[in-house]
């Protein structure tokens, strides 16, 4: 079964709009973690986000902001004001004991 | 922070023959480290785990006799793809935890790997 679902595959959106990227997990361990990973085109993963599951109080980070909510499973994130720069696939991880499984990523286009 | 390193970045080689992929944890230890693949415009699939020391527990329907990993220090694994065929093409993308830190996990550059 899936454990880790982004269910938009593609986004498009023109630069300065706003944009949320989905993520509902499902997991058995109390303590887990999850995290969110930019892939630009040259595949290397750039990390943005760590959270573990006892802390679910939102960041922002510059444009970038993560809503935790364990009562439904998500945790999403949205960039403010986006940027061409913004344009990549994103992906939303989780990490229980004994691995880190991916969703299916979502590859989010900023037109200018 | 943490750097994991990949060799080769990429590679070429013919079906039928073997290729192998390091993966170094440079400025820690790691007990255990990730092997994933990725198809274009698709996610990255864990293949299998590895720990030091022990045998790698590999995913369903990933064939441990064609993808070998051995995992013989607490700083490098290394992945052998055997007789490859071009279906085996992909990007191979490994990952060590920090210790037994499950929160600290870092990801390679990725190796491309292209069978002609």
């Known amino acids: 079964a899936q454990k880790v679902t982004q269910a938009q595959t593609e986004i498009s959106v023109v630069e300065k709009e706003d944009v949320t990227l989905d993520c509902v997990y499902e997991t058995r361990d109390t303590t887990y973690y999850l995290f969110w990973y930019k892939q630009p085109p040259s595949g290397e993963l750039v990390f943005l986000i760590r959270r573990n599951s006892f802390d679910e109080q939102n960041e922002i980070s510059g444009r970038y902001s993560w809503n935790f909510q364990k009562s439904t499973s998500s945790f999403n994130f949205t960039i403010t004001a986006s940027q061409v720069v913004d344009s990549a696939v994103y992906f939303c991880a989780l990490s229980e004991v004994n691995d880190m499984r991916f969703g299916a990523g979502t590859r989010l286009t900023v037109k200018p | 922070g943490a750097v994991v390193s990949q060799h080769p970045s990429w590679v070429i080689c013919k079906s039928g023959t073997s290729v192998k992929i390091e993966c170094r944890s440079l400025?820690?230890?790691?007990?255990?480290m990730f092997w994933y693949r990725q198809f274009p415009k698709q996610s990255l699939m864990l293949m299998a785990t590895?720990?030091?020391?022990?045998?790698?527990?590999?995913e369903q329907g990933v064939e441990k006799d064609k993808f070998l990993i051995n995992h013989a220090s607490l700083t490098l694994s290394t992945l052998t793809v055997t007789s490859a065929h071009p279906e085996d093409s992909s990007f191979y993308i490994c990952?060590?935890?920090?210790?037994?830190?499950?929160?600290?996990?870092?990801f390679g550059p990725g190796t491309r790997l292209t069978v002609t």
């Open positions: 400025d820690f230890q790691a007990t255990t």
């Open positions: 990952s060590a935890r920090v210790g037994q830190r499950r929160y600290e996990q870092y």
């Open positions: 590895s720990n030091e020391g022990s045998k790698a527990t590999y």
